[in-house]
């Protein structure tokens, strides 16, 4: 006979020991689905249509509900190398090298962006889950974290909140926020109310009268040496978009070159006779490296207009060459001259990679522009979203803060 007490010792001890592999079994489940969530998600939103930014707003609730932190590394690490994957081809494209270049820095932009969401990473649930995830989104919004700060989802504020500037902003922030906590789909069925009533009478932002904004395809050839048989298309160009009633057109990043003398009094010449003004992308060399700049030319002025705040890093700013004491480079001014003036227009300058950051356009966006430029030298996307990100990006915080919006790039 078995004694009662060893009986139930041994029926205790049987039931309970397929308990821990239940819950690890569907902690696994869970995890590789909010992983797999995550690639569709980052891949849809960061598609290139305005319209479907907002996917990016279910990030929040798959990082916020992964079951451990290196799940939720995971997550945004899906996320994010889904919706940057044209980097390695980009990468390919610009230095001509093979693939596993384009990898290594796209996985090195993710890192950053992983590191900074499963550090803050909360295993309760509510208000500081919240909390912090804010404070991820505000560090991969500004310098340092910001410089590689692309795919926000509060870009889809603009696609959401047509119109409303800073209280569409704000709305955006308390969606994602609430996105993070067990009230999530409250926030998810506003938004895709929101979301559906802004799609239903879409409308592109304008150019405003008078501007327009000339794409190119000289793909790699624009800008990288000097070409008067190129500068004197491009004027033919601008002198015949004036002939239309253009008087602000706007070129495309390093439209004009290596800015000199010599090109400088070339445009200012070939403006004669003309009250055009051309907004145009050159580069302004100095002992330290180089500006990545607008230049405004006229037929009695030629200046520049403004520096770029975030060049490119590791292909265009390259501040290693400083602290080596080497020079060159592009200069990074990070907060420098938000807004600048011409024609009696205040403009929010976009260079570039500066249209898929956040801190530019809303250090802009504090200054009351009139107009935001935004232009691009993106032959090296070929193959690629890249382009159409920047412009559904940009497009969307026009579309935000009601403002005309004049594109220009180089293809």
């Given at each position: 006979?078995?004694?009662?007490?060893?009986?139930?010792?041994?029926?205790?001890?049987?039931?309970?020991?397929?308990?821990?592999?239940?819950?690890?079994?569907?902690?696994?489940?869970?995890?590789?689905?909010?992983?797999?969530?995550?690639?569709?998600?980052?891949?849809?939103?960061?598609?290139?249509?305005?319209?479907?930014?907002?996917?990016?707003?279910?990030?929040?609730?798959?990082?916020?509900?992964?079951?451990?932190?290196?799940?939720?590394?995971?997550?945004?690490?899906?996320?994010?190398?889904?919706?940057?994957?044209?980097?390695?081809?980009?990468?390919?494209?610009?230095?001509?090298?093979?693939?596993?270049?384009?990898?290594?820095?796209?996985?090195?932009?993710?890192?950053?962006?992983?590191?900074?969401?499963?550090?803050?990473?909360?295993?309760?649930?509510?208000?500081?889950?919240?909390?912090?995830?804010?404070?991820?989104?505000?560090?991969?919004?500004?310098?340092?974290?910001?410089?590689?700060?692309?795919?926000?989802?509060?870009?889809?504020?603009?696609?959401?909140?047509?119109?409303?500037?800073?209280?569409?902003?704000?709305?955006?922030?308390?969606?994602?926020?609430?996105?993070?906590?067990?009230?999530?789909?409250?926030?998810?069925?506003?938004?895709?109310?929101?979301?559906?009533?802004?799609?239903?009478?879409?409308?592109?932002?304008?150019?405003?009268?008078?501007?327009?904004?000339?794409?190119?395809?000289?793909?790699?050839?624009?800008?990288?040496?000097?070409?008067?048989?190129?500068?004197?298309?491009?004027?033919?160009?601008?002198?015949?978009?004036?002939?239309?009633?253009?008087?602000?057109?706007?070129?495309?990043?390093?439209?004009?070159?290596?800015?000199?003398?010599?090109?400088?009094?070339?445009?200012?010449?070939?403006?004669?006779?003309?009250?055009i003004t051309v907004i145009a992308g050159a580069a302004i060399v100095n002992r330290e490296g180089y500006d990545?700049?607008?230049?405004?030319?006229?037929?009695?002025?030629?200046?520049?207009?403004?520096?770029?705040?975030?060049?490119?890093?590791?292909?265009?700013?390259?501040?290693?060459?400083?602290?080596?004491?080497r020079g060159g480079g592009a200069k990074a001014s990070f907060f420098g001259n938000p807004l600048v003036e011409?024609?009696?227009?205040?403009?929010?300058?976009?260079?570039?990679?500066?249209?898929?950051?956040?801190?530019?356009?809303?250090?802009?966006?504090?200054?009351?522009?009139?107009?935001?430029?935004?232009?691009?030298?993106?032959?090296?996307?070929?193959?690629?979203?890249?382009?159409?990100?920047?412009?559904?990006?940009?497009?969307?915080?026009?579309?935000?803060?009601?403002?005309?919006?004049?594109?220009?790039?180089?293809?």
């Amino acid at each position: 006979m078995i004694p009662a007490t060893s009986a139930r010792s041994r029926h205790r001890a049987f039931s309970a020991s397929p308990g821990p592999s239940l819950p690890s079994a569907h902690s696994s489940w869970r995890g590789a689905a909010v992983v797999v969530a995550a690639v569709m998600v980052g891949a849809l939103a960061w598609s290139g249509h305005v319209l479907a930014l907002p996917f990016a707003c279910a990030f929040p609730t798959l990082w916020a509900f992964a079951p451990s932190r290196w799940i939720s590394g995971a997550v945004s690490a899906a996320y994010f190398l889904a919706a940057s994957r044209g980097l390695p081809q980009g990468v390919v494209n610009f230095y001509g090298t093979d693939l596993g270049v384009g990898i290594a820095l796209w996985i090195g932009a993710a890192a950053i962006f992983v590191l900074v969401h499963a550090v803050l990473w909360q295993r309760r649930p509510g208000c500081e889950r919240a909390l912090w995830f804010g404070l991820a989104a505000i560090l991969m919004s500004v310098p340092p974290f910001g410089i590689v700060g692309w795919a926000q989802p509060i870009t889809a504020a603009g696609v959401l909140f047509p119109g409303w500037g800073w209280w569409g902003l704000a709305a955006t922030a308390a969606i994602l926020l609430t996105m993070t906590t067990r009230k999530w789909p409250i926030a998810g069925i506003a938004a895709a109310g929101f979301w559906a009533w802004s799609a239903a009478d879409w409308i592109a932002p304008a150019q405003p009268g008078g501007w327009v904004g000339l794409d190119t395809k000289l793909g790699s050839a624009l800008g990288r040496a000097p070409d008067l048989d190129q500068s004197r298309v491009l004027l033919e160009r601008v002198r015949e978009a004036g002939a239309t009633d253009a008087r602000i057109v706007v070129l495309p990043e390093s439209a004009a070159g290596l800015w000199t003398p010599t090109t400088s009094g070339f445009w200012m010449d070939g403006l004669q006779g003309t009250d055009i003004t051309v907004i145009a992308g050159a580069a302004i060399v100095n002992r330290e490296g180089y500006d990545n700049a607008m230049v405004e030319i006229s037929a009695g002025r030629a200046r520049r207009l403004y520096g770029e705040r975030m060049p490119v890093p590791i292909s265009m700013w390259q501040p290693w060459l400083a602290w080596t004491e080497r020079g060159g480079g592009a200069k990074a001014s990070f907060f420098g001259n938000p807004l600048v003036e011409t024609a009696g227009r205040r403009i929010a300058p976009l260079i570039c990679y500066e249209q898929l950051l956040v801190w530019p356009v809303l250090q802009s966006m504090l200054h009351s522009p009139d107009v935001i430029v935004a232009i691009g030298n993106d032959w090296w996307t070929a193959g690629t979203t890249i382009l159409a990100i920047q412009r559904a990006s940009t497009e969307a915080w026009a579309r935000l803060f009601g403002l005309p919006l004049v594109l220009s790039f180089n293809t």
